[in-house]
């Protein structure tokens, strides 16, 4: 057997190996650019992805599963238009020699997602390593924000569940937007349509030593009908659904607890736990709506359920 033939059957069993060990795995919902780059290992146009020039110190992310790739202390100037790292956390990149034996393709460990190739012998740093990596295959989490948590909640109109949820301790921001839907880039005229498979949901951002996602899950099903099947209140619509879109492991082990706390009380609960995906921020004009217009919220009235 030859050496060409030797390396195409490696990297065929490596990849079916990895492939069916990540089947499992609840994955965040892919922009078609992102699944065109991470699921079907395209690349994106050099000097144009967001992380390409980003010098704040954090943590690079795998953008399908979340796992921790990169240190910022390992990015370098490369000038080959993605970003480079002479590095990765140990155990977390996965190498397979492509088919033509001339390069080295990196996946995510944990869930073979696509990230770009390693090359060595060029001189760059002293490490002599440079990993070109895909800006859309990546996440970042910068060193300020890491202590903080992020959770995004959908239940009707966001206009309530925005205005209610700043009213928790520790809470960093709220902002209402789209997420869970199939197109890039949507808007409110979009959405209403019910067709693009966006609801309206916020994203909070928040201190777990002040507040816990628990906690704010509780409020989340105490401030609204989370046993409607087809909206809110009158807002009917598929971007009106109850929803908690998990960021974690943990988050949807405790999103799965207080449901069931919930169905054991006897309540019917119609709220779907789905993995966290790609979320959109709403127009500037739906931000702070109930702040801006002095208006009280008519769709979300808090009712104590938990003691």
């Known amino acids: 057997m030859n050496k060409l033939l030797l390396i195409m059957l490696f990297a065929l069993l490596a990849a079916f190996h990895l492939s069916t060990k990540g089947a499992a795995m609840d994955y965040r919902q892919l922009t078609p650019e992102e699944e065109r780059v991470i699921v079907h290992k395209g690349t994106e146009r050099p000097f144009t992805g ?13 953008r399908r599963c979340g796992a921790e790739l ?10 080959c238009g ?27 460990k ?19 390593t440079r990993h070109c990596v895909n800006s ?16 995004v909640f959908a239940g009707g109109c966001f206009w309530g569940v925005e205005h209610l949820m700043k009213k928790m301790p520790g809470i960093i921001s709220v902002k209402s937007g789209y997420t869970g839907g199939r197109t890039d880039n949507p808007d409110y005229k979009s959405v209403c349509t019910g067709t693009t498979g966006h609801l309206e949901a916020v994203e909070v951002v928040f201190d ?7 906690e704010l899950a509780r409020l989340f099903f105490e401030i609204h009908d989370f046993s409607q099947t087809d909206g809110q209140g009158p807002d009917i619509g598929e971007q009106y659904k109850s929803a908690i879109f ?6 949807k082990e405790s999103a799965d ?8 009380m006897g309540y019917e609960v119609a709220t779907e736990i789905r993995p966290a995906a790609k979320f959109w921020p709403a127009e500037d004009y739906h931000q702070n709506y109930y702040e801006k217009t002095g208006k009280s919220p008519y769709c979300h009235i808090r009712k104590k359920i938990f003691k």
Do not use: M
């Open 50 to 62: 967001k992380f390409l020039n980003n010098k704040e110190a954090g943590t690079y992310t795998c």
């Open 70 to 79: 990169y240190r910022s202390n390992d990015k370098f100037e490369s000038g």
């Open 82 to 108: 993605w970003p480079s790292f002479d590095d990765e956390i140990k155990g977390a990149v996965t190498r397979i020699p492509d088919a033509d034996g001339r390069r080295v393709e990196i996946v995510c």
């Open 110 to 128: 944990a869930c073979n997602g696509h990230l770009g190739h390693v090359f060595t012998g060029e001189g760059f740093t002293e490490k002599n």
């Open 136 to 151: 859309v295959s990546l996440d970042f989490v910068s060193a300020a924000a890491a202590k903080n948590e992020t959770a």
């Open 208 to 214: 777990p030593g002040k507040s816990s996602f628990s």
């Open 246 to 251: 998990v960021q974690t492991a943990d988050q």
């Open 257 to 264: 607890e207080i449901t069931a706390q919930l169905r054991g």
